[in-house]
């Protein structure tokens, strides 16, 4: 499973909008590999921030 992927898992595990932050404790994924993971999913625009900083998959 790929950064993107398990990002990806982790917002939809949460259940509400995210941080950063919050997706690498539950990912296990390290801050830095969450930041590029979730610049990528921004870029091919498969997750939005429905809250400042926060932000879920856009299913």
């Known amino acids: 499973m790929s950064d993107t992927e398990k990002v990806l898992?982790?917002?939809?595990?949460?259940?509400?909008?995210v941080?950063?932050?919050?997706?690498?404790?539950?990912?296990g994924l390290e801050r830095k590999a969450v930041d590029k993971a979730m610049d990528a999913l921004k870029k091919t625009g498969?997750?939005?921030s429905p809250v400042r900083c926060k932000w879920v998959p856009k299913d």
């Open 46 to 48: 498969d997750i939005e």
């Open 9 to 17: 898992a982790a917002m939809r595990e949460a259940g509400e909008p």
């Open 19 to 27: 941080a950063a932050g919050k997706i690498a404790e539950i990912s």
